[in-house]
Every structure is written in structure tokens, then in C-alpha cells.
């Protein structure tokens, strides 16, 4: 019979192989995390990317570090096919693999599902990581002391892009047009209350235009943009969408120049598909793409060389989704090892003492540095009241065979933004009979 440590840097075999055999055992003395992933349908192949840097970078600590502070890591992916009742199933399934841990944190890249999840999870008391999306009135931890939208909320997102695309314009907006085409979901109706606000201030008008799941038909869509005739499309899209927009830009005659996507609509996945119908295109971004980053390197060197990479397209590897993966674990393995920093080096995180290491990260840029990881993505420091912990986002273009970034890193309006999210939390908590309260441990 294997070993857990030979289980633990086995090969997956594909990029689509859930697990390595046996990682599910969830030993005690191992810090279990559970995988709610999806590596095919329609955003499979966007999974395909995050999901293999996040799965790569748990590996690597183990056979570099032997874990974090001797506590070893496993984990068991569960396939949600970016489905709200499979992310719900998942979730079920594996908080029951650990009774300590209950799956340490979890990241379902998919606001639907972490929507479903934000109560279950409290409840639970397993925190729910959403590093670059979700709720973003989730970032007032005292009404949701288990949620962590991370990094950068939508709303702050939106607002950067508006700052960036104003910066263009000689520092405004006013009087310009502006185009939301989104993906007609919780995630693309996140940042709404956002752009309203910022319309209202900045004296621009904006035009919403939804696209239904999963968004590989848009004729319609963009009729109504070439009639338009807006300064700006701003994009927020996923999977197919993305490609099939920047066809679609290309065919009507609308300027991709133009055009700027969330983070999630800007990604290898989407430009190179589309072929020269991307070049231009730019998008926002919270981390960098490339092998220089040495953390990045260093994977490829320890992994993919001996053959222990859990992509099975290694070209993949360093891709802006791929680093994004990476970047996700770097949060949730820093979380672990601040946690033990207060409840004990070298033992096994539950998931109560999880959310106090999300709660009390601080991420510098020394430490990332160290990591191996400077310039990988901003810096994150996080508290009760603000469970975000950066706010900034990068621009980015593509030139045709690449991301090159044009900005350096951008802040949203906090003084806009945060009062947003504030009132709405206060709505929330109220609904729920929640009195706010920061959590002490």
C-alpha cells in the first residue's frame, strides 16, 4: 500500500484527473483541503489553467518544505461544472473528509456557488475564500466574519477600470458613454451598483446589456452596440463569452481598443482563440503572467521537470490563469501558516481557526518577495473591517501574442465603493437578525 507521503507527490496523471488515489483519506495529522473545482463544460478549460496552478503549489510545498511547519498537505477536487447545486453537493461532501479541519478553505471561482455557500459556510464555521469575486459587502467581516472576497472585490474592480479609463480622457468621463455587457449572473450583476455609482459621479451615461449563460451567442448584443455607438464597452465576461465577444467586436467594427474585460475575461483562454480579433483588448488584472516570476520557475523546475506537474499541457504553465492558481494557494497556505502562528506551529488547522488566519493575513511585499513571488500580486492585509485587504488591479493589452501590462497598480474609490458595500452588509444583517460583531478568535 502507498504511503501518504508517496500519495501526497503523485502524479495527476491529467489535467482533468480529479485527485491523486487515496488523498481523500484526510489523515489527522494532515492539513485537508477541499478542492471544489470544475475542469469541464463550458468554463472547463479556464479551470483547467487555475485549478492546476492552485493544485501545483500545494504539491510543491510539500516536496520542498515538507508541507508547513512539518504539517503536511492533502486534498480531494470535487467537480461542480461551475454549477450552483453540483458547488453545493461538492461542498457537502468534502467538509465531511476532516472532522478538524472540514476542508480548511474554500475556493469555488464562481459567485453563484460561493452565494449558495456564504450561510452554509458560517453556519459550518469552514471559511469561504472568494479571491476575486463574490459578495463584495463580504468584505465587512463583522456581519460575515467566514466570507473573504480577497484582493479585489468586483465593485473595487469596476471602480478601478472607471479611474483608468478616465485617466485616458484628460481625468474624466463626463459626457462619454459607456457599455456594460456582462454575463447575465451573480457575477456579472455584481459590480452594477458600482458603475451606477460611479456614472452618478463622474457625469457619463452607461447602457446595460446582458448576455445570457454561457454566452457563445451574442449577434444580438452587439447590434445593439454598433447602435450605440459607445465611447467604451466595458466587458464582463467568462469562458466562451469572451472569445466569442471579441469576434463578435471584430465583425460589427467595434474598436477592441475599446474594449476593457474583468480579470476574468482576460486570459490566454480568451485572446488567443480569438485570434487577431483580440489584439488591442485590454482588461484588468490583480496578478501578473510569465515564467520570470521566480516562485514560477521554481514549479516548473521542481514539478514539471521530474514530472510531478498536475498540468497536463505544460504550455499552460505561468499563463495568466495558471498564476492566478498560484496566487490563490500562496493566500490560503499564508493564512495556514498565520494561523499557527497563534494556535500552534506545526498542527492542524480547523477551520474556526482558519477564518482568524484569513482574518489577521498581512501579506507584505518582503514576504512575497521570500516567496519567490514579488510583483506576483499586490499586497494583502486584512483585518475584521476589511476583509478585501488590497483593492488594487493592474491594466493589461494584448498585443497579439501576449499580456503586457500598461498601468501600474490601480486603486478603486474606497471613499465611493466602501459606503456601498457598508449599507449593504447593514441590509444583510438585519434580513439575517445578525448583530455585527468582529470576532475575537
Same mark, same amino acid.
Given at each position: 500500500m502507498k504511503t501518504i507521503r508517496q500519495i501526497l507527490l503523485a502524479t495527476v496523471a491529467t489535467a482533468t484527473l480529479l485527485v491523486p488515489p487515496g488523498a481523500a483519506l484526510a489523515q489527522a495529522n494532515e492539513q485537508f483541503i477541499g478542492i471544489t473545482s470544475y475542469r469541464v463544460g463550458p468554463y472547463g478549460a479556464n479551470g483547467q489553467s487555475f485549478y492546476g496552478g492552485y493544485v501545483d503549489y500545494l504539491n510543491y510545498l510539500n516536496i520542498k518544505e515538507g508541507g508547513i511547519n512539518g504539517v503536511k498537505l492533502s486534498w480531494e477536487e470535487c467537480e461542480t461544472e461551475y454549477n450552483n447545486a453540483k458547488g453545493v453537493e461538492c461542498y457537502e461532501r468534502l467538509k465531511g473528509k476532516n472532522t478538524v479541519t472540514k476542508g480548511t478553505a474554500y475556493? $469555488?471561482? +464562481?459567485?453563484?456557488?460561493?452565494?449558495?455557500?456564504?450561510?452554509?459556510?458560517a453556519e459550518d464555521k469552514v471559511p469561504l475564500m472568494m479571491v476575486g469575486y463574490g459578495r463584495t459587502d463580504a468584505v465587512d467581516g463583522s456581519v460575515f466574519p467566514y466570507a473573504f472576497p480577497l484582493v479585489t472585490t468586483y465593485q473595487m474592480q469596476m471602480s478601478a477600470i472607471v479611474k483608468y479609463l478616465g485617466s485616458r480622457n484628460g481625468g474624466t468621463l463626463a459626457g462619454k458613454k459607456i457599455v456594460y455587457l456582462y454575463h447575465d449572473s451573480a457575477y456579472g450583476k455584481e459590480p452594477i451598483g458600482a458603475i451606477n !455609482?460611479? %456614472?452618478?459621479?463622474?457625469?457619463?451615461s452607461v447602457v446595460q446589456i446582458p448576455v445570457a449563460h454561457p454566452g457563445n451567442e451574442q449577434g444580438a448584443q452587439w447590434l445593439r452596440i454598433r447602435q450605440e455607438n459607445p465611447d467604451y464597452v466595458i466587458f464582463w465576461g467568462w469562458g466562451v463569452m469572451n472569445q466569442t465577444a471579441?469576434?463578435?467586436?471584430?465583425?460589427v467594427g467595434f474598436p477592441r481598443e475599446k474594449m476593457i474585460g474583468s480579470w476574468w475575461a482576460g486570459s490566454e483562454e480568451d485572446t488567443v482563440p480569438a485570434g487577431d +480579433?483580440?489584439?488591442g483588448y485590454m482588461s484588468a488584472t490583480w496578478n501578473v503572467t510569465g515564467t520570470g516570476v521566480p516562485l514560477i520557475a521554481d514549479i516548473q523546475k521542481v514539478l514539471y521537470s521530474t514530472g510531478k506537474g498536475n498540468m497536463q499541457d505544460k504550455s499552460k504553465v505561468g499563463t495568466i490563469l495558471?498564476?492566478?492558481g498560484v496566487s490563490v494557494a500562496? %493566500?490560503? !497556505?499564508? %493564512?495556514?501558516? $498565520?494561523?499557527?502562528? &497563534?494556535?500552534?506551529k506545526g498542527k492542524v488547522i480547523s477551520g474556526e481557526q482558519m477564518r482568524w488566519g484569513l482574518e489577521n493575513l498581512d501579506i507584505n511585499n518582503a514576504r512575497l518577495t521570500q516567496l519567490g513571488a514579488g510583483g506576483l500580486l499586490p499586497e494583502i492585509k486584512t483585518s475584521c473591517e476589511n476583509h478585501e485587504g488590497s483593492g488594487k488591479v493592474k491594466i493589461q493589452q494584448w498585443d497579439g501574442t501576449k499580456w503586457v501590462l500598461i498601468s501600474?497598480?490601480?486603486?478603486?474609490?474606497?471613499?465611493?465603493?466602501?459606503?456601498?458595500f457598508k449599507a449593504n452588509a447593514?441590509?444583510? %444583517? &438585519?434580513?439575517?437578525?445578525?448583530?455585527? !460583531?468582529?470576532?475575537?478568535?
Open positions: 475556493n $469555488t471561482m +464562481a459567485t453563484g456557488i460561493s452565494y449558495a455557500l456564504i450561510d452554509k459556510s !455609482a460611479e %456614472a452618478a459621479l463622474g457625469k457619463f471579441l469576434k463578435a467586436a471584430q465583425k +480579433a483580440a489584439k495558471y498564476n492566478r500562496i %493566500a490560503t !497556505a499564508e %493564512a495556514i501558516r $498565520t494561523a499557527q502562528a &497563534k494556535y500552534g501600474d497598480w490601480i486603486e478603486g474609490n474606497k471613499q465611493l465603493i466602501h459606503p456601498l447593514a441590509n444583510y %444583517a &438585519k434580513e439575517k437578525s445578525i448583530k455585527p !460583531a468582529c470576532m475575537k478568535s
